[in-house]
């Protein structure tokens, strides 16, 4: 008997240990947060019009996450003021995993740039990932006789005030690399802000605003089909969608390298299951077979970073461009 109690204690013992081992995963998988996660649609914030790269992005990754998930995860457009209604907007938002803010550059540029931004980068959100970046282009309508940036350079220095520029919004990357431009050559150039790439985009195509600088993703078909012409890159390398576009370094105009992320984020407080999930998926989805074609092909490259190396990242950007705002004097009119 004695024996046998000794049996019972022993493997009375072992399911105990089993169930204590068990425990943290069995509540990591009944965790309340993705329990029925997500319960409704998702909403991307994109604080820039339709037709941008960031808008793009949203939308590529939205509609994978979809068909992965199962669930709805659809695209809002919320443009303006450089990015900063939406963004704003977004820093209001619950902290349900409900709402991810889809941002480019301007996440991290604006900080540095405006007096005051409705939004806190370091503390108003919990970042998840950076899925990609994008060279800015210089692109004109056909009607610019330049065919080259030298010969743009050229084009505006004689013609003292005569040309403006588009760009996607007052402080975005290609804001700042249109305007590190003309510092270096001290253009007299107009600044012409939009609500997005996409509205930049079409009034170079149109002619209305004949140069522009933008992101290459809403560009690149344009460019291809030969509706617009590219000047040049401000990648360090040729973008393998338009190889015959060569890049301002090749051209001899140096120090202007730049890209724009698009990254993910949602509102501080989300749960951190949440967070883990939609960092999980979106890698999945970047590192499916062809997907790397397709944000090539799209004008983007594939970038994964984690939550941790993104919240860095912040940190380190905000330092960095908000010296150059400061020593480049630029101002937001």
């Known amino acids: 008997m004695e024996t046998t109690n000794k049996k019972l204690t022993r493997r009375a013992m072992m399911s105990l240990m089993a169930g204590a081992a068990a425990g943290p995963a069995l509540i990591q998988l009944s965790s309340p947060a993705l329990a ?3 319960e409704r649609p998702v909403k991307f914030l994109v604080p820039f019009a339709a037709g941008g790269p960031t808008d793009v992005m949203a939308r590529l990754i939205a509609q994978h996450l979809s068909e992965n998930l199962g669930k709805q995860f659809f695209v809002d457009n919320q443009g303006g003021a450089g990015g900063n209604i939406g963004m704003g907007a977004a820093a209001r938002s619950q ?21 005051k931004i409705p939004y806190d980068p370091f503390k108003d959100f919990a970042p998840i990932t950076i899925a990609g970046d994008s060279p800015h282009a210089f692109i004109t309508h056909p009607s610019v006789p330049a065919k080259n940036m030298k010969e743009l350079v050229d084009l505006i220095k004689s013609n003292p005030g005569k040309y403006n520029y588009g760009s996607p919004g007052a402080g975005t990357g290609p804001h700042l690399s249109a305007e590190l431009l003309k ?3 001290g253009l007299d150039l107009t600044h012409v802000p939009f609500r997005g790439a996409g509205p930049a985009v079409q009034s170079v195509t149109g002619g209305h605003n004949p140069i522009g600088c933008v992101a290459l993703p809403p560009a690149v078909q344009l460019i291809k089909s030969g509706q617009i012409n590219c000047l040049g890159l401000t990648s360090l390398a040729r973008f393998p969608t338009v190889p015959e576009v060569p890049t301002l370094d090749e051209q001899g105009i140096k120090d202007q390298e730049a890209t724009t992320m698009q990254a993910f984020l949602v509102p501080a407080a989300t749960p951190k299951e949440i967070v883990d999930l939609l960092y999980k998926e979106i890698v999945k989805i970047v590192n499916a077979p062809g997907m790397k074609d397709r944000f090539v092909e799209l004008g983007f490259t594939p970038v994964i970073n984690t939550p941790d190396d993104f919240k860095q990242q912040i940190k380190t950007e905000v ?8 020593d480049a004097k630029i101002e937001v009119l």
């Open 36 to 38: 029925q996660y997500p």
């Open 95 to 115: 902290p349900d995993g409900l709402t991810v803010l889809v941002v480019s550059s301007s996440f991290v540029i604006n900080p540095g740039l405006y007096a």
């Open 183 to 185: 510092l270096t050559f």
């Open 319 to 326: 330092e960095r461009w908000t010296k150059v705002i400061k």
